[in-house]
């Protein structure tokens, strides 16, 4: 079965860090997409947090929310058919279930934006939890 698995979420104090990962599995392999993270806190609409271009653009393109700048680095391992979210100095609006979802070559992260709609494949999502 073709999906994407989300793991690393947790509950932490503010100010510190989680490392989130989205593996392909069942024959998805992620350098052809890009990948992107996006959070949905109770009671508010999914947002877009971070992503990376596809592998095949060959330019490594990647975005950031405003409010995550400088603290969370989107990364790819190819080996491991795995897309990280690295968060750091964690605050308590960071709190969400965190998804990481594929967008085909080209589209989904370009341009200096996270293009939402072009999101096709979504894994289940993990839960982070920042509180003191």
């Known amino acids: 079965q073709v999906q994407l698995v989300e793991s690393g979420g947790g509950s932490v104090q503010p100010g510190g860090s989680l490392r989130l990962s989205c593996t392909g599995s069942g024959g998805l392999t992620l350098d052809y997409y890009a990948i992107g993270w996006f959070r949905q806190a109770p009671g508010k609409e999914r947002e877009g947090v971070s992503c990376?271009?596809?592998?095949?653009?060959?330019?490594?393109?990647?975005v950031y929310k405003d409010s995550v700048k400088g603290r969370f680095t989107i990364s790819r391992d190819n080996a491991m058919n795995t897309v990280y979210l690295q968060m750091s100095s964690l605050k308590q609006e960071d709190t969400g279930t965190y998804y990481c979802?594929?967008?085909?070559?080209?589209?989904?992260?370009?341009?200096?934006?996270?293009?939402?709609?072009?999101?096709?494949?979504w894994g289940q999502g993990t839960q982070v939890t920042v509180s003191s």
């Open positions: 979802a594929t967008a085909d070559s080209g589209y989904g992260c370009y341009a200096g934006k996270i293009h939402h709609s072009d999101y096709d494949q």
């Open positions: 990376l271009s596809s592998v095949m653009t060959n330019d490594g393109h990647t």
